[in-house]
């Protein structure tokens, strides 16, 4: 079993900043793409951001160049710094990772964290 854990979200003024955290634990052997997702109150879930194993990421056009998503794969851990936020920001963040949990076979599997909340008002 793997385990996602995101922490970081809460209220924030427009323009302020927070940063997001996404642990992994459990039965790993090697994350490939971890991504961030998010949900606002009505819309569809939306992928805000990925990076794979390697680093490379991409950004949806809605945050490019305000948001910057890292990871750790010495901790198991992503990150996601926001910045200049804004109220159309505001969702539940869930943090999403493909998942090779033993050497024996190639097979990844996907999991999902239970999402933290972000509200930017003021």
């Known amino acids: 079993q793997v385990q996602l854990v995101e922490s970081g979200g809460g209220l924030v003024q427009p323009g302020g900043s927070l940063r997001l955290s996404c642990a992994a634990s459990g039965d790993i052997f090697n994350i490939y793409t971890m991504k961030w997702y998010r949900q606002a109150p009505g819309k569809q879930r939306e992928l805000v951001a990925s990076?794979?194993?390697?680093?490379?990421?991409n950004y949806n056009d809605a945050v490019k160049a305000r948001f910057i998503i890292s990871r750790d794969n010495a901790k198991n851990t992503m990150y996601l710094q926001m910045n200049s936020l804004k109220p159309e920001d505001t969702a539940v963040y869930y943090c999403?990772?493909?998942?090779?949990?033993?050497?024996?076979?190639?097979?990844?599997?996907?999991?999902w964290g239970q999402g933290t909340q972000v509200t930017v008002s003021s």
């Open positions: 999403h990772a493909n998942v090779q949990t033993t050497s024996l076979i190639t097979r990844s599997d996907d999991y």
């Open positions: 990076i794979n194993r390697e680093g490379t990421t």
